[in-house]
């Protein structure tokens, strides 16, 4: 009774002009990969944040940029909300989509009092409930909801297709050959650290000369290989490409990009106790990839060795 047989906001016979609104990694890696689903019509517009990210995945489309929030920064919401209000006009579009996170907050809601259908598709790491986003929306009692997840999808929360369901694991043809080439991908949430799974990956003795980290906040001059802050989505294509073993956070954008590039990857969550993130959400996406056995799922004080060994016999295929 909850499923998306006769969801308006997939059902469309008439291409819609849509306001789509993100913040970038996985929330707007999410929308970009829904957005083909909802029939956009030309004159469609992004709200997001400026960064790499943007310029490469919306490269061709047409982007209100507003500056950055930080998780859970309601100053910097209202600003956000100030400043898209002021772009746009009542009737300039059909509706309007988010899958979060605090630009969903600003936007949302301030759409919908002007007139515009508003709906909200909560991440597909939510797989036990809403997130803070979520509940805050739902709260408003303003936006039409949207959960990823059967287990908890109600008559407010509709079921909608999760982005997740399109992957399977496949054996790969053959073993890479030892030493191998291990990718460590750590994200650019800010102003977050992760140094546990670097000093796992350094005590595991599977990492070398050959290997590439982007360690975003996580700054360190004990690593071997090669070492940056950030890389061009470029780069993270060709370091992904020559890699043996991808090993990244728990975040749904990098996850995304990894199992469209056909890699199984080592997932390793982020965890709060430890100040490397706001809360566990990234727990809930790594078990789903290990559900799935679209990825390795190992905490950072686990066994990384292993999940290495065995994240190099497997790859990724699209279904």
Not at 83 to 104: N, P, Q, W, Y
Not at 144 to 154: F, I, K, M, P, V
Request: hydrophobic share 40%; aromatic share 6%.
């Amino acid at each position: 009774m909850h499923a998306h047989a006769k969801d308006p906001l997939l059902d469309s016979t008439r291409p819609r002009r849509i306001l789509f609104v993100a913040s970038t990694g996985g929330h707007l890696a999410q929308l970009k990969r829904i957005s083909g689903s909802l029939n956009p019509a030309p004159g469609s517009l992004w709200v997001t944040f400026d960064s790499p990210q943007t310029d490469s995945l919306l490269a061709h489309d047409e982007v209100l940029r507003v500056p950055y929030v930080k998780p859970r920064d309601f100053a910097a919401t209202f600003k956000a909300s100030r400043i898209v209000a002021k772009s746009v006009r009542k009737g300039d579009f059909d509706l309007v989509v988010s899958t979060g996170a605090a630009l969903a907050v600003a936007v949302l809601p301030l759409m919908r009092v002007k007139g515009m259908p508003a709906y909200y598709i909560e991440s597909v790491s939510r797989t036990d409930g809403p997130s803070l986003t979520g509940r805050i929306l739902a709260a408003s009692r303003l936006v039409s909801l949207r959960t990823q997840h059967e287990r908890w999808a109600t008559k407010r929360w509709r079921q909608f297709p999760a982005v997740l369901s399109r992957f399977e694991s496949a054996e790969r043809s053959e073993p890479p050959a030892l030493p191998m080439r291990i990718f460590v991908t750590l994200g650019t949430i800010r102003p977050y650290r992760f140094d546990a799974v670097v000093d796992q990956l350094l005590a595991s003795g599977m990492v070398n000369e050959h290997t590439v980290w982007q360690l975003g906040e996580t700054s360190r001059n004990d690593l071997p290989g090669t070492a940056v802050a950030y890389m061009k989505d470029a780069d993270f294509a060709k370091e992904c490409d020559a890699a043996d073993v991808v090993v990244t956070h728990a975040g749904v954008g990098t996850i995304l990009a990894l199992l469209e590039k056909g890699i199984h990857p080592v997932v390793v969550p982020r965890r709060r106790d430890r100040g490397e993130h706001v809360d566990d959400h990234q727990e809930q996406i790594a078990q789903l990839t290990s559900k799935l056995q679209i990825a390795q799922y190992v905490e950072a004080d686990g066994n990384v060795r292993s999940a290495i060994e065995q994240a190099a016999v497997r790859r990724v295929v699209h279904v």
